[in-house]
């Protein structure tokens, strides 16, 4: 069987890693090519950068950190942020990537996942999503970093990535990320339900036992943490025996 | 020298990253003189059957690689190993480099997700060199749509399970080897399967 997926994720901007809390206050803590190495050697099934960079040059460190990394660490690497076109993919791809993550761009412009999925493969291309949960009590879809609310039902949208063509989608709650109350379950099972392509919890944990009982309490595929794993709080190896104790299949 | 044939498709850059890494001398070439001085050569491939068989032969590559498998290891990686088989039907029916006995098709598993991704455990089926000290949780990394199924079960060295046995890999007992998940991905145990596949 398959084997649930832990993901650390490295938020890089400029090429050095930061992290924010709650999109807000962002802090500098490091090499990412260093930082994906140590993530290999713990266990960390697929590692993800997360471009932060709003500059042109700073694509280009971006893709110098991908090619790097690559050369050292072979496990999955997913890169995201800041990806536009076809152009872009085929560019992150050809740097060593083996998944491109499309946020912002997919919502204003969906037909980026098609493009994506048709010349690429659908494996290629996972789309990730900010979304909160909205006074009527459905959750909507936001972008550029959680900062605009599209007004678009997130079950809805997830349905339309689905037969657009993507391969995957990394799910990120606004209002559980940066909190480490655990993910948010509600919203993650909503999901789940509604597509059959695997979805990644993200936003959220705080303690090794929050990503067992995203596994014991949803179907999702993988689960995303990013200070957590960073400030070495938790180490991937760690979850991982906490979530073999409660019989949920990882890879050792 | 082991020849990485680069016929224009997949991710080769991740297999030479792989072997440069280990420190094993390697070459990505679609050059005939090359790919018979070396010593071994691995068929990389991601993408659909027929356009990848249709370059190796524009490259006039598949005469090359049939005779070379019958003289030194030869490792295909997903869609390579899968080339390495009979026929495929994926999109069409094609003609493969008929290495080991057997066809390719869409993998029917209703209750699945298709494609088959992530990671996923080897279970032995038939010893071979390349699953040698791979300790007792060898999980590797799988992304493929179809599956290789060959004719004669001394052909599969081993499978995973996912809604069935799913060939994982596979031998002519010889020369021919084929590896349905990325090495060049998975980790140590990966790098483990591609410095046996270079001890051979």
Not at chain 1, 9 to 16: F, S, T
Not at chain 1, 204 to 219: I, N, R, S, V, Y
Not at chain 2, 121 to 146: A, M, R, T
């Amino acid at each position: 069987m398959l084997a649930k997926r832990i993901i650390p994720c490295l938020d890089v901007r400029d090429g050095k890693v930061v992290k924010g809390v709650n999109f807000k206050g962002i802090r500098e803590v490091g090499d990412p090519v260093a930082c994906a190495e140590e993530y290999n050697k713990q266990g960390a099934d697929e590692i993800v950068f997360y471009d932060i960079t709003a500059s042109h040059e700073g694509r280009g460190v971006m893709l110098d950190v991908v090619r790097e990394t690559a050369k050292r660490v072979f496990v999955p690497l997913t890169v995201g942020g800041g990806i536009k076109t076809v152009d872009d993919i085929r560019e992150t791809l050809r740097a060593g990537a083996d998944k491109v993550s499309v946020n912002s761009q997919a919502v204003q412009n969906p037909k980026l996942i098609k493009d994506g999925a048709d010349i690429f493969g659908s494996q290629c291309i996972c789309v990730g999503i900010d979304a909160k949960k909205s006074e009527s009590g459905n959750w909507t879809v936001f972008i550029n970093g959680g900062r605009i609310d599209m007004h678009l039902d997130l079950l809805d949208w997830v349905k339309q990535i689905e037969q657009l063509g993507a391969g995957e989608i990394c799910l990120n709650s606004i209002d559980t990320d940066g909190v480490k109350g655990g993910f948010d379950l509600p919203m993650l099972k909503a999901v789940v339900n509604a597509v059959t392509i695997p979805v990644i919890a993200s936003g959220g944990a705080g303690k090794l036992e929050h990503f067992a009982e995203a596994f014991q309490k949803t179907d999702c595929s993988a689960a995303l943490a990013a200070s957590l794993f960073h400030f070495k709080e938790l180490t991937v190896n760690q979850v991982k025996a906490d979530c073999r104790t409660k019989k949920i299949i990882v890879r050792s | 020298m082991i020849a990485i044939i680069d016929y224009g498709a997949g991710n080769i850059f991740s297999v030479k990253n792989a072997l440069d890494y280990l420190g094993l001398e390697n070459q990505l070439t679609d050059n005939k003189n090359l790919i018979e001085q070396a010593d071994k050569i691995i068929l990389p491939g991601v993408g659909a059957f027929p356009s990848a068989m249709k370059m190796l032969e524009q490259k006039g590559l598949v005469s090359v690689l049939k005779t070379q498998a019958k003289q030194k290891p030869l490792l295909g990686i997903c869609l390579g190993m899968q080339m390495l088989f009979s026929k495929s039907y994926e999109f069409e029916a094609c003609d493969g480099l008929d290495l080991i006995s057997g066809v390719v098709d869409k993998m029917n598993k209703p209750d699945f997700i298709i494609p088959h991704m992530g990671w996923n455990k080897l279970e032995i089926e038939n010893p071979c060199k390349l699953l040698e000290n791979l300790g007792d949780s060898p999980y590797v990394y799988f992304v493929h749509s179809y599956e290789a199924n060959c004719e004669d079960n001394k052909n599969l060295c081993a499978w995973v399970e996912y809604g069935g046995k799913v060939p994982a890999m596979v031998s002519d007992g010889k020369f021919v080897f084929g590896a349905q998940f990325h090495p060049e991905k998975s980790g140590e145990i990966g790098l483990q399967i591609l410095r046996n596949f270079a001890n051979i």
